[in-house]
């Protein structure tokens, strides 16, 4: 992230690295993909994710979990359902923090290093999705905490036509003034990196920059709800799915 640019969305909180683990049966499978461990969800059937002739694609970047975390499986299992090639990069290289569980375990050590090598290893994956799936295929991209910089880069070029995060960290002013593609911001009433004083600010830039975008924003959760907010809660458990629902209409609408 440009330290020159002011933050809008903050590094992270303890919310971050806390939740419920959901349960079900994922039914993606891993592959390799530019030397990185990828998780890969397909529709239905291939004729579901083709829109006038050309695929649709979801790029995911998961928060801080991995996109082998049981409840990104299934996340990435619904959108694949809905009728895209879902392509989840393990930016962590096996290294996601659940697995630490160690006394004195050092987070923002472990952040920078994966900070540092997720931009290592984005560029490259990137370049070979698109030979996998088509460079005229159509891509969307969602972002979750950790992920939400690489989608807000992406919403910036042409590679892609919708953008989405849900509870982003590491946002500064520039990524929204740069944006140039649609934007779905789904976010939760309770948010230490994404405050509403934030959110506030990233409306006035958007609205500003007459970009198009839509905000949702979900009373009685916190950050990480999307991913991690507990089922057996009605009100989390809405705001969960919801923002699944909401985030893939968006991309249906512009892969159209």
């Not at 799915?241 to 892969?255: H, L, T």
């Amino acid at each position: 992230m440009d330290s020159a640019s002011p933050t809008i969305a903050k590094a992270h909180c303890d919310d971050c690295f806390t939740g419920v683990k959901h349960s079900g049966d994922p039914v993606g499978k891993t592959v390799t993909i530019a030397d990185v461990p990828t998780y890969v969800s397909e529709p239905p059937t291939a004729a579901m994710a083709s829109q006038n002739g050309l695929t649709k694609v979801v790029l995911f970047f998961a928060d801080v979990y991995g996109p082998f975390f049981l409840n990104n499986q299934l996340l990435q299992d619904y959108f694949a359902s809905q009728g895209f090639f879902v392509v989840g990069l393990d930016y962590f290289l096996g290294d996601p923090v659940y697995i630490h569980t160690e006394e004195g375990f050092d987070r923002n050590a472990w952040l920078d290093k994966s900070h540092k090598q997720a931009r290592e290893v984005t560029p490259k994956w990137l370049e070979e999705v698109r030979k996998k799936y088509g460079a005229d295929s159509k891509y969307s991209a969602v972002g979750y905490c950790f992920g939400a910089p690489f989608v807000m880069d992406l919403g910036a070029t042409d590679d892609i036509v919708a953008a989405a995060f849900a509870h982003p960290a590491f946002l500064n002013e520039d990524q929204f003034i740069n944006l140039r593609k649609p934007l779905f911001l789904s976010c939760a009433e309770s948010d230490f990196t994404f405050s509403l004083e934030s959110r506030r600010r990233a409306e006035n830039i958007l609205a500003e920059a007459k970009a198009q975008y839509q905000f949702q924003v979900f009373s009685g959760v916190q950050h990480g709800f999307a991913v991690r907010g507990d089922p057996d809660v009605p009100d989390a458990r809405w705001a969960k799915e919801e923002s699944a629902r909401g985030i893939i209409a968006w991309f249906a609408r512009f892969s159209a």
